[in-house]
T-cell receptor, first 108, second 113 residues
Framework: RKEVEQDPGPFNVPEGATVAFNCTYS??????FFWYRQDCRKEPKLLMS???SGNEDGRFTAQLNRASQYISLLIRDSKLSDSATYLC?????????FGAGTRLAVHP | DARVTQTPRDKVTEMGQEVTMRCQPI?????VFWYRQTMMQGLELLAY????????DSGMPKDRFSAEMPDATLATLKIQPSEPRDSAVYFC???????????FGQGTRLTVV
């Protein structure tokens, strides 16, 4: 079983839709959590860190559920430019481990 | 604009040849990660350095891969001999510890034929 697991998708949604991704992690000692965005043939770029209290950045909301060991990302009012692969990552104890990513395709 | 720099961007080599990939981390960052990305496996952690010391290379095939950090401005990943199954995109990332975000270079796309 992989340390960090994500539904690969693709999630195909129309513009304006709300879409949510979940990511589960197996290491209960994980101390930090992140969402990255990766465009085709590009490097991953940090989208947002995930705090215990949850956090919001514009149309993006991230939540952490330590008891169930998952993090989530909610995107409201999807834009065409949101089309990308979204990677979650957990950190701590000398490792920063990524999930394989969830592909999002937003269509007109 | 601080960024992680990787060279080469693309590399095509024949099976059996040695491949060396280089990474210049962001100035002031004390941690460097090497990842390999394929369609099948996603982003796999190969090795991790803190203050130039290798802390974790458990994800790296030891028989053919080696990672070093000869100084604070250079990290290298070497494959010798290379095999077709090594074809992937290799990313270097730097940061201030595994508890903080990592910043990625643009990657080296390796093709072994």
């Amino acid at each position: 079983r992989k340390e960090v697991e994500q539904d690969p998708g693709p999630f195909n949604v129309p513009e304006g839709a709300t879409v949510a991704f979940n990511c589960t992690y197996s290491n209960s000692a994980s101390q930090s959590f992140f969402w990255y965005r990766q465009d085709c043939r590009k490097e991953p770029k940090l989208l947002m860190s995930v705090y215990s209290s949850g956090n919001e950045d514009g149309r993006f909301t991230a939540q952490l559920n330590r008891a169930s060991q998952y993090i989530s990302l909610l995107i409201r009012d999807s834009k065409l430019s949101d089309s990308a692969t979204y990677l979650c990552a957990t950190g701590g104890y000398n490792k920063l481990i990524f999930g394989a990513g969830t592909r999002l395709a937003v269509h007109p | 604009d601080a960024r992680v720099t990787q060279t080469p961007r693309d590399k095509v080599t024949e099976m059996g040849q040695e491949v060396t990939m280089r990474c210049q981390p962001i100035l002031g960052h004390n941690t460097v990660f090497w990842y390999r990305q394929t369609m099948m496996q996603g982003l796999e952690l190969l090795a991790y350095f803190r203050n130039r010391a290798p802390l974790d290379d458990s994800g790296m095939p030891k028989d053919r891969f080696s990672a070093e950090m000869p100084d604070a401005t250079l990290a290298t990943l070497k494959i010798q001999p290379s095999e077709p199954r090594d074809s992937a995109v290799y990313f270097c990332a730097s940061g201030l510890g595994s508890d903080t975000e990592a910043f990625f270079g643009q990657g080296t796309r390796l093709t072994v034929v």
